[in-house]
């Protein structure tokens, strides 16, 4: 086992094995539910939507009413972060720095069971059980943190 799934695997390294051997592949899924179909600048509203349940209107005023309060923008990493520290999340550190850097895909990979919020220095994506979504494939971004319910 290398030392990625050794420094970050959550589950019994038998239950990866198996989903290899049955052949189960870790995916990229097309999600974006901005109503008018945007892309760019609300990768975190998308990202807490799904890992939340809830449309995009309702996470986006929810972030908009924590950034109101911190007095900054609502994709600002603290606001986020704290709107997901008080529904019960937790930030865990990556490796960032190359040769060693660890993309969406290979954290995939590596957790096909759970859900995550991956942020890079300049987006974020949703991980659910193995699968990763977004508006677009960022599966070779290189995410600095990763955030999960509390256990």
Not at 62 to 82: E, I, R, T
Not at 88 to 110: I, L, N, S, W
Not at 125 to 137: E, H, I
């Amino acid at each position: 086992m290398g030392a990625k799934q050794a420094r970050f695997h959550r589950i019994p390294p038998f239950f990866v094995a198996y989903n290899v051997c049955l052949g189960v592949i870790m995916a990229f899924i097309m999600y974006n539910p901005n109503p008018s179909a945007n892309r760019v600048g609300d990768c975190v509203i998308r990202a807490i939507s799904k890992l939340m349940g809830q449309d995009w209107d309702d996470t986006y005023l929810a972030l908009s009413v924590k950034g109101f309060v911190l007095k900054d923008m609502p994709s600002a990493n603290h606001v986020w972060g704290s709107y997901l520290k008080d529904k019960g999340f937790y930030k865990y550190p990556m490796p960032d720095a190359c040769p060693d850097c660890y993309t969406v895909r290979e954290f995939c990979d590596d957790n096909p069971f759970g859900e995550y919020l991956l942020a890079t220095g300049s987006h974020v994506v949703a991980v659910c059980d193995g699968d990763y979504y977004d508006s677009w494939d960022s599966g070779g971004e290189v995410p600095t943190e990763y955030w999960m319910r509390g256990e």
